[in-house]
Every structure is written in structure tokens, then in C-alpha cells.
């Protein structure tokens, strides 16, 4: 009987995961896109991930320290709220979610959700990854969706393309032009 109880509660998680978390299909974000869309864009390190249950399904929450501020006003340390994760025994996963390991470096486009937390904007779309090399100690940026199959709606075909191996000086003068083209929309 207990073990049947077991069973009972553990497939009653599993659907409730299953339906709180839909498929993911991302379609392909210009920088000027992604700028428009985010309320903030800052170069992050990830001081620590931490995954949880919350309202019958698994988020991560992530805690960044901000080291360049692109755009908006962000306080020197922010937290980002994304779906999926690994809670106890288990594990959801969902498409398209970046996640963050302690001492990561990335710039992210952060969006404010109706609560008030931040979410990256477009996933996997808005995570640009700084890796260096420890010969030459030179930086690049490589978004994260370039090795993610993404839908282009102009093409209605799937592509793995993005920004690749890009020094973070030419990247950010990239980001500063989108930042000021979307600003310019706006006016």
C-alpha cells in the first residue's frame, strides 16, 4: 500500500511538471530585437544557481554580480528567474532555458517579469557567453542559441547561427548600436 502511494505521488509530480511547462520553440532574435526587448543589458559573473520547487513545478534562480552595466539601471548584484532545474531526484528541462554555473561570464538582455523579477529575454536567444584564452587572455562572446537549433520565420526553416567567437570590444560596440537604434524607435 505504500509503496503504491509512492507511485500515486510520484507520477502525480510528473504530470504536473509535464503540463506546467510547455514545448519550446524559439524563433531567431536580431541584437536590435533583442535590445528593444530587454529592460536592461549588463556583463554578468554568476555568483550561484540554486533550483527549487515552486508552485508544482521546478524553477532556477540565478544570482549574478553585475561587472558592466550596457543598459538600464541595475543594482550591483540581480537575480534571474528562468524555468526548469534539478530539485532533489528530479529534473526538468526545458528548451531554450540558459543555465549558469558559479564564475560564468556572459552578457545577458534581462526582462522584467509582472512581478517585478528579471528573466533573461529570449532564453538561450539573449545569453551571449565570454570565454578567454588563458594564452592569449583575449575575451569572445558566443551567444548561446548559435549551437540551438532556432526557427527562422523569415525562412520557415530551423538554423543553428548566431554571434561566434566575436571579440567582447567589437560585441559591444554591436550591443551599443542596437541599444541606441532601439532607443531611437522609441522616441
Do not use: Y
Not at 506546467?20 to 528593444?36: C, E, G, K, N, V
Not at 575575451?139 to 567582447?168: H, K, L
Amino acid at each position: 500500500m505504500r509503496t503504491r502511494m509512492q507511485v500515486l505521488l510520484m507520477a502525480a509530480a510528473m504530470l504536473s511538471i509535464a503540463t506546467a511547462i510547455r514545448p519550446t520553440t524559439l524563433a531567431r532574435m536580431s541584437l536590435d530585437q533583442l535590445a528593444a526587448a530587454a529592460d536592461a543589458v549588463a556583463r554578468v559573473r554568476c555568483d550561484s544557481a540554486e533550483s527549487r520547487w515552486e508552485n508544482g513545478a521546478i524553477w532556477t534562480v540565478t544570482t549574478f554580480d553585475v561587472v558592466e552595466s550596457m543598459k538600464g539601471s541595475l543594482p550591483p548584484q540581480v537575480t534571474v528567474r528562468l524555468p526548469g532545474g534539478r530539485a532533489g531526484h528530479l529534473t526538468a528541462a526545458v528548451d531554450g532555458t540558459p543555465r549558469f554555473n558559479a564564475g560564468d561570464e556572459a552578457v545577458v538582455f534581462l526582462e522584467r517579469s509582472r512581478a517585478g523579477e528579471f528573466s533573461v529575454a529570449g532564453w538561450v536567444e539573449g545569453t551571449f557567453r565570454i570565454t578567454r584564452d588563458p594564452r592569449t587572455l583575449r575575451e569572445t562572446v558566443t551567444q548561446d542559441s548559435s549551437t540551438f537549433a532556432v526557427f527562422d520565420p523569415a525562412t520557415r526553416v530551423f538554423r543553428t547561427e548566431g554571434v561566434r567567437r566575436i571579440p567582447v570590444e567589437q560585441f559591444r560596440g554591436r550591443v551599443a548600436a542596437a541599444i541606441a537604434r532601439a532607443q531611437e524607435k522609441t522616441r
